[in-house]
């Protein structure tokens, strides 16, 4: 299934909503391309949807949930990918 959380996340001048899959990347990434949403919009486990296209994604059949079932959803499929951690740097 298609999920979607409100769009409550600022960026770049508007809010984005996370647009993710708890079955498969192949269902969320096929589901996006049907959108038209950019492959840059893709980030590890999620698609980064903006305000103005939530009314598209919902009517093509993605779920409104809140934004915690959304990540526990992707934690219990298995598809949430880890958060890449950088390398600290210091000079000692």
Do not use: I
């Not at 298609?2 to 096929?30: I, K, N, T």
Request: proline fraction near 9%.
């Amino acid at each position: 299934m298609v999920l979607v959380d409100a769009p409550l996340w600022p960026a770049h001048g508007r809010r984005f909503a996370h647009l993710v899959s708890d079955e498969s990347l192949e269902e969320l990434h096929a589901f996006a391309a049907r959108l038209g949403l950019p492959p840059r919009a893709f980030h590890r486990d999620h698609y980064d949807l903006p305000d103005v296209w939530w009314d598209r994604a919902v009517a093509a059949g993605a779920t409104p949930v809140d934004p915690r079932v959304l990540v526990r959803r992707l934690r219990e499929s298995g598809l949430r990918s880890p958060r890449r951690r950088t390398r600290s740097t210091t000079t000692d």
